[in-house]
């Protein structure tokens, strides 16, 4: 038989801190399980964390700004802000250059080939790039 105390439908809404902080913890869990996932190099997680980090800071916009505007930020939830806000700047750096690292790897195991030589009315190769004078 159902607890009639701790109904979901009966408990009070969430105050404005309460509801703030709900959205950060679930940034803070994202960015937390973002980094592991990282670190493991599982690509389905950080696939499926990466999604769920852009959900939960949408939402965190959202109510934050909300909150922004009716002056209710508790100063405590904006240091925490302020911190997922630097971690997930370091962790889009870390993959910005960790792409540029693989970017180099394969320039080196698979180099471009050389630039095609450009022809001229006549056929012939032209080494300057410049069609052969053609008069008239």
């Known amino acids: 038989m159902p607890n009639p105390v701790n109904r979901p439908d009966l408990l009070p809404p969430l105050g ?8 950060l913890a679930a ?3 994202q960015l937390s399980s973002l980094g592991d ?8 997680a950080v696939d499926h964390h990466a999604s769920e980090l852009h959900r939960a800071l949408a939402r965190a916009v959202d109510h934050f700004t ?11 939830l904006r240091d925490r802000l302020m911190r997922a806000s630097g971690l997930v ?20 195991l698979m180099p471009r080939a050389s ?3 450009v022809y001229g009315a006549s056929g012939q190769a032209d ?5 052969t004078n053609l008069q008239a």
């Open 127 to 131: 080494r300057a790039g410049r069609g």
């Open 66 to 76: 909300h909150a922004a505007r009716s002056g209710q930020v508790p100063p405590a």
């Open 89 to 108: 700047a370091s962790q889009r750096e870390s993959l910005a250059r960790a792409t540029a690292a693989l970017d180099r790897a394969i320039d080196v």
């Open 37 to 44: 996932s990282l670190r493991a190099n599982d690509m389905g």
């Open 115 to 117: 630039p095609a030589a």
């Open 16 to 23: 404005a801190g309460q509801e703030l902080e709900t959205t």
């Open 27 to 29: 940034v803070e869990t």
